[in-house]
C-alpha cells in the first residue's frame, strides 16, 4: 500500500524558515515525480512545488518562487521543502503527493496523498 | 492564466444524480481530473483522464469534458458522497501549468 507521512509543520513567526519532510512507502520513490500542495484553512487546494523523479528538475508557483526549494533524497525515500520568508498567507495544511503523468496528453494528477502537515505562520 | 470554475455548492437528495461542473476555456482539449475531500480528510482522486476511474471508486462516480465545460457525475447518491469535490487539470505548454478548481461543496438533503 503506498503511504505518504507529512511531518515538520510548527507555528513559526513571519520571516522565519521550516522545513517539511515526507516519508514515502509502498512504491519505488526513484521512479516518480513528487508534489507539495496546501490548503489554507477553509480554502481550495493550491499547488506549491514539483520535483522530478531524479531531484534535477524543479517546477514551483509564482506565489513561493524564491523562497520555498523543493529536494528529494531517495536513499531515504523523502521528499522535503524547505520553506523561507514565511508570510502570513503560507499558512495551510501542506500535502505531499505523488505524481502521475501521461507524457502523450502532457497531463499530471496528484495520487495519492499524505495527511497533511499543519505550518502556522504567526507572530 | 488559466481558470477553472466550479460552482461553490451543489444539493441533492439520495439516490439521485449529482452533475458537478468545472469550466474552462476550451477545457474539452485538456485532460481534467477529480478530488474527492471530505471534512479533516486529504484529497482523493475519483476521476482522472477526463473519465477513468482508479480502482476502489465505486462505478457511481463518472466524468466527461467536452467544449467549455467537464462534469463528474454522481449516480445514486448516497450520504456518504457528501464532500468538496475539486476539478484540476496540467497544462504542460503553459508557464502555469498547474489549476484547480475553486471546489464545489456536495450536499446530500
Known amino acids: 500500500e503506498v503511504q505518504l507521512v507529512e511531518s515538520g509543520g510548527v507555528v513559526v513567526q513571519p520571516g522565519g524558515s521550516l522545513r517539511l519532510s515526507c516519508a514515502a512507502s509502498g512504491f519505488t520513490f526513484d521512479d516518480y515525480a513528487m508534489h507539495w500542495v496546501r490548503q489554507a484553512p477553509g480554502k481550495g487546494l493550491e499547488w506549491v512545488s514539483l520535483i522530478s523523479w531524479d531531484g534535477g528538475s524543479t517546477y514551483y508557483a509564482d506565489s513561493v518562487k524564491g523562497r520555498f526549494t523543493i529536494s528529494r533524497d531517495n536513499s531515504k525515500n523523502s521528499l522535503y521543502l524547505q520553506m523561507n520568508s514565511l508570510r502570513a498567507e503560507d499558512t495551510a495544511l501542506y500535502y505531499c503527493?505523488?505524481?502521475?503523468?501521461?507524457?502523450?496528453?502532457?497531463?499530471?494528477?496528484?495520487?495519492?496523498w499524505g495527511q497533511g502537515t499543519l505550518v502556522t505562520v504567526s507572530s | 492564466s488559466y481558470v477553472l470554475t466550479q460552482p461553490p455548492s451543489v444539493s441533492v437528495a439520495p439516490g439521485k444524480t449529482a452533475r458537478i461542473t468545472c469550466g474552462g476555456n476550451?477545457?474539452?482539449?485538456?485532460?481534467v481530473h477529480w478530488y474527492q475531500q471530505k471534512p479533516g480528510q486529504a484529497p482523493v482522486l475519483v476521476i482522472y483522464?477526463?473519465?477513468d476511474r482508479p480502482s476502489g471508486i465505486p462505478e457511481r462516480f463518472s466524468g466527461s469534458n467536452s467544449g467549455n465545460t467537464a462534469t463528474l457525475t454522481i449516480s445514486r447518491v448516497e450520504a456518504g458522497d457528501e464532500a468538496d469535490y475539486y476539478c484540476q487539470v496540467w497544462d504542460s505548454s503553459s508557464d502555469h501549468p498547474e489549476v484547480f478548481g475553486g471546489g464545489t461543496k456536495l450536499t446530500v438533503l
Open positions: 483522464y477526463d473519465s
Open positions: 476550451n477545457i474539452g482539449s485538456k485532460s
Open positions: 503527493a505523488k505524481d502521475n503523468f501521461i507524457a502523450v496528453a502532457g497531463t499530471r494528477w496528484f495520487d495519492p
